[in-house]
């Protein structure tokens, strides 16, 4: 893997094989929006003109009954995630049935639930000590930039910024097969990718790179099918993007209305798609690292 960045285009490569994989997995994705959407919907109330101390406490208790909901959408979207993943892995890595998509329910789902709460957190301790010492730097260089003259001092603090920027880049590349390793080797890994990919952090980030503008592209050319549909249904020209109807997820009723439906339609084909190019690409990387000695 010296130079090659053609596991780019592998989300491609295996909705070109088995094209029923959007359908499978756009499917998911829809019932996870309805799951979500009645969740929350379940959970809001109307905002009132005139409080009192009793509605003050009723709303306190309904807040708190919203923060749950949210944070129980937030955990079942978390756990059709892991399930997506993971099926995208199983289509990449091969040697599994591709029964009802490569979509499971088990222990290899469990582990990416409970992988990314380990990641989250050990990403969030990395930045706090990371982010002191470029508090200090940049208060530093600000003295002394500002010493010299004032209109450098901006200059410092965007140069700090943009470190801070390409930290978390690296990171992000560095740690980018934490989720298919633990797949594979059907456990939790979480410093493994850093020996995986030492030496290919250029390749990968070209790759990467590559990815985005694909999943960039796809987005794009989505949208302006969506766009097309919603002027044809609603008759409306749309010359700018602020004339585009955006789309009312408030309730489960509102995704029956035409403008809405076919926002989802289209979103069920593209969000499959570009998972498949993002998990896809990574998936076929750790593939190519795991069968290449490291230099």
């Avoid at 982010?131 to 010299?148: E, F, H, K, R």
């Avoid at 850093?194 to 796809?218: E, I, M, S």
């Amino acid at each position: 893997m010296a130079s090659s960045v053609d596991f780019a285009f592998e989300g491609f490569r295996i909705i070109r094989e088995r094209p029923i994989l959007i359908a499978w997995w756009g499917a998911l994705l829809l019932l996870n929006l309805i799951i979500c959407i009645f969740i929350l919907a379940q959970a809001g109330v109307p905002l009132t003109e005139h409080m009192s101390l009793e509605k003050e406490a009723a709303e306190g208790i309904e807040l708190i009954r919203q923060t749950g909901a949210v944070l129980l959408a937030a955990l079942i979207g978390m756990v059709f995630y892991a399930v997506m993943t993971c099926a995208v892995y199983r289509a990449v890595l091969g040697g599994y049935s591709p029964r009802y998509g490569y979509l499971r329910l088990g222990m290899d789902e469990v582990r990416q639930v409970v992988l990314i709460f380990s990641l989250v957190l050990m990403v969030l301790v990395v930045m706090m000590l990371s982010i002191v010492p470029l508090m200090i730097l940049n208060g530093l260089l600000s003295l002394i930039a500002q010493a010299v003259a004032k209109a450098l001092v901006p200059t410092v603090s965007s140069l700090v910024a943009l470190a801070a920027t390409l930290l978390n880049v690296w990171l992000a590349v560095r740690l980018s097969m934490v989720g298919v390793q633990s797949f594979d080797e059907k456990r939790l890994n979480l410093l493994g990718s850093l020996v995986l990919t030492r030496g290919r952090f250029w390749t990968l980030l070209g790759g990467f790179a590559v990815v985005f503008g694909l999943v960039l592209f796809v987005g794009i050319l989505f949208y302006v099918i969506y766009m097309a549909i919603a002027a044809w249904i609603t008759g409306v020209e749309i010359v700018t993007i602020a004339d585009v109807p955006a789309p009312d997820f408030s309730s489960l009723s509102a995704l029956l209305s035409p403008v809405n439906a076919a926002y989802v339609a289209v979103n069920t084909i593209v969000s499959p798609l570009t998972t498949a190019l993002g998990v896809g690409a990574v998936a076929a990387a750790y593939q190519t690292l795991k069968n290449t000695p490291n230099a």
